[in-house]
């Protein structure tokens, strides 16, 4: 179990491999919302990668960087399963002023629209399926 500072810690170096993979978007100039997204069969870049790496293991306890990176490896391999092409979305953060006021859905319709488009899935990776209910009622 990570303490709440290294939890902030380990999505400030996660948000910073989106950013430097180039998957981290957001729902406009202002920054109400964020959130990280690719295709499937796109490989992820590797030197990000490795900078993530090396950033959870100096900046964060071992047992804390193991933790992280473990649950991390777990959501990769669901991810590269030999399955079809699909979106996958990661992280879908709004900031506390703009929550509540539709910003979640809106940050959605872009990876939504894109897989609509090549008629693949947009498969939402979330840590409960209470935040999936509240998007789809806010369509």
Known sequence: MLTEEQTVKAFEIMTDYFYRAGVLYSTSETGEGYLAYWEKKTKPAVCPALHMVKRFLCELP??????????????????????????????????????????????????????????????????????????????
């Open 62 to 139: 071992l047992k804390a960087s193991l933790a992280v990176m473990q649950s991390g490896g777990e959501q990769y391999a669901k991810i590269f399963k030999k399955e079809q092409n699909y979106i996958a979305v990661s992280m879908v953060v709004v900031l506390r002023e703009f929550q509540g006021k539709g910003f979640m859905h809106r940050v959605l319709e872009q990876p939504f629209a894109e897989a609509e488009k090549k008629n693949i899935p947009c498969v939402l990776d979330t840590d409960t399926p209470l935040k999936v209910k509240n998007i789809f009622a806010a369509a």
